[in-house]
């Protein structure tokens, strides 16, 4: 009996620590959202609240892709405390492409490259002082980089 | 053990700028293997982190969309002449790759 109550206590306190963790602190790779197959489900699994789109969000992507393979992504905000970058590529089977968590010496600054199978539109959506921002451009793809 | 990383790094002013370069297939999964017909198998980096002097400034979580041997940069403030940046990286298949430099 007295062993029972101890997991118990145990157990409680636990999960107590696990929900003190910010929610925006990700700790470990949200899975679900990367696996999601459409972008409501990314936005969804991801992120609460309401997107605004912000002139403060600068989205660096070529207009046409030639080689959807390999298209140049750059996302910079004048925003403070960011917290993460994402970026969405809206058509992609997997739109969730990469999230980048920031620290406190991060200059929120990031590029990657990444494949696109169609073209779409990609948005980055930069998460600061707990709000949600974000700029979108569509891009036309000559190539597709998803299949063979 | 995944390939080293390539980490070019430079101070310019209060802020460091850091690209790297990480040689790895990027599979999606959704690619047909030419001469089997069947598809390559996802393999592909779901996270790298990035640490100066040991603290975390960075870390990216990446789906099956970043492109073949992903090329990624970023900055950040407080780095200076002799630090250590490591880079690290996890794919889905369990395999990682370490690199570390000093700042110039």
């Given at each position: 009996m007295k062993l029972q109550r101890r997991a118990l206590i145990k157990g409680l306190f636990t999960a107590a620590a696990v929900l003190a963790v910010p929610r925006w602190l990700f700790a470990a790779r949200p899975d679900a959202a990367f696996d999601a197959d459409s972008a409501e489900g990314v936005?969804?699994?991801?992120?609460?609240?309401?997107?605004?789109?912000?002139?403060?969000?600068?989205?660096?992507?070529?207009?046409?892709?030639?080689?959807?393979?390999?298209?140049?992504?750059?996302?910079?905000?004048?925003?403070?405390?960011?917290?993460?970058?994402?970026?969405?590529?809206?058509?992609?089977?997997?739109?969730?492409?990469?999230?980048?968590?920031?620290?406190?010496?991060?200059?929120?600054?990031?590029?990657?490259?990444?494949?696109?199978?169609?073209?779409?539109?990609?948005?980055?959506?930069?998460k600061a002082g707990g709000k949600l921002y974000s700029s979108s451009k569509e891009v036309k793809v000559t190539i597709g980089g998803c299949g063979g | 053990m995944g390939k080293p990383i390539?980490?070019?790094?430079?101070?310019?002013?209060?802020?460091a700028e850091v690209k790297a370069l990480m040689p790895h297939p990027m599979e999606s999964g959704a690619r047909i293997d030419a001469d089997t017909g069947e598809p390559v198998p996802k393999h592909y980096i779901q996270e790298v982190i990035c640490k100066h002097n040991g603290n975390i400034v960075n870390t990216a979580y990446w789906g099956t969309a970043v492109s073949k041997n992903p090329y990624m940069s970023?900055?950040?403030?407080?780095?200076?002449?002799?630090?250590?940046?490591?880079?690290?990286?996890?794919?889905?298949?369990?395999?990682?790759?370490?690199?570390?430099?000093?700042?110039?």
């Open positions: 936005l969804g699994d991801l992120f609460d609240g309401p997107i605004t789109e912000s002139d403060q969000v600068m989205l660096k992507i070529p207009d046409i892709a030639e080689n959807g393979a390999v298209v140049p992504v750059t996302v910079s905000t004048g925003l403070a405390d960011v917290e993460s970058i994402s970026v969405v590529v809206l058509n992609n089977p997997t739109p969730l492409a990469a999230l980048f968590e920031m620290s406190p010496q991060s200059v929120p600054d990031i590029s990657v490259r990444i494949k696109m199978g169609e073209s779409s539109a990609v948005q980055a959506i930069v | 390539k980490i070019r790094a430079k101070i310019k002013g209060d802020i970023f900055k950040f403030k407080g780095a200076k002449s002799g630090d250590k940046l490591e880079i690290s990286w996890k794919d889905n298949t369990g395999d990682s790759s370490v690199s570390e430099i000093a700042f110039k």
